[in-house]
């Protein structure tokens, strides 16, 4: 296993493995963005599509340099799961290119959503929020005070009245610092685009990436790409014309869901979701797994032994330490199933 990891870090590093380019693709998920556009930009990244969302994630910063997100005013209403405060290192990453769970311990930065949990409508989506590519180091009082209350909250109510779908970008740029051993970039400053196509109407909320930070007015949209150098490639901005994007009311065909690798977790043995695993290996729906632990590894031996002993998949093992918290120290014995569907 140590040689695996090894040649893993050193494939990304020689760039055997999928190069890094400016041009993202999500040729999987383009439907999260306006008229399937994808936003140009010349910072280097990765696309990583989700069931609800997808992120254009750096690799040199360790975190996303933005996200998307499709929103509804019936999404927002619906049923919503329990937020499951089940975070996990992202497994399509070069282990390299990766933020690790013990980078934020003690680092006195919260774990901080761009596609907020809040968001999700469905328990498989819910858990994919939680992969660490979707977090940025945030300032913690701001992740839960001003960011959550004055950003995120008035986001959704706008949604709840909007009439047709509403697109959200939301990503952090500048450089204070790293925290970890992975030197994740903290930014300096918080963004959220929302853009409502029905209006023609765009605007961002710009955030300083502090406990102290102040509410400020919205920015425009022009104001955005010049702070951040990122063209999110919306009508209004080349036009000024009514943006030509059809939207409605009328109920969707479910879409498919698209995400690829999602997590399965395991905070004791439960014979139930390994013998589903296993019947789903069988069915030919899974192409890898990657079982990541921190003190529980004989829990995370016995369940890639008994995959291992019933099926042609043989997981692979990963040590992984998340931060130390009264609030969160479950995590410790928390084992976790990342699994790539075919």
Known sequence: MKSLRQFLVLAA??????????????????DLFPGQKIPSTQQAGRDLCFDSFAIYYSPSDKKPIYTVEKLSRDQLLAPHPKRSNQFYEEARLPLAERSLLSDYRGSGYD????????????ERSMAQSFSLANM??????????IWAKNVEEPTRLYVKRATGDVYVFTGSTG????????????????????????????????????????????IS??????????????PLMNTGAAATIVTTTEPRPAK???????????????????????KSIKEGRVASIEIQYDRNSDLAKKIAAQIGAQTSI??????????????????RNRVTAIVRSQ
């Not at 590093?13 to 383009?30: H, R, T, Y």
């Not at 774990?111 to 469905?122: E, F, I, K, L």
């Not at 698209?258 to 589903?276: A, H, L, M, R």
């Open 13 to 30: 590093l020689l760039g055997l493995l999928n190069p890094l380019s400016a041009f993202a693709l999500f040729e999987d998920c383009k």
């Open 111 to 122: 774990r901080g959503h761009n596609a907020p949990a809040g968001d999700m409508t469905n």
């Open 136 to 145: 940025m180091p945030q300032a913690r009082q701001n992740n839960q005070g």
């Open 175 to 218: 450089n204070s610092g790293s925290i970890g051993s992975g030197r994740v970039t903290i930014p300096s400053h918080l963004y959220k685009l929302v853009y409502d196509p029905s209006k023609n109407l765009a605007w961002a909320y710009w955030i300083e990436n502090t406990n102290e930070a102040a509410m400020t007015p919205p």
């Open 221 to 234: 949209y022009q104001d955005l790409i010049q702070k951040t150098g990122i063209d999110f490639q919306l």
């Open 256 to 278: 498919a869901m698209v995400g690829g690798w999602y997590p399965i977790f395991f905070d004791e043995y439960s014979s139930i979701k390994v013998d589903q695993l296993i």
């Open 314 to 331: 043989t997981p692979s093992l990963l040590h992984s330490s998340p931060p130390d918290s009264a609030m969160v120290t479950y995590e």
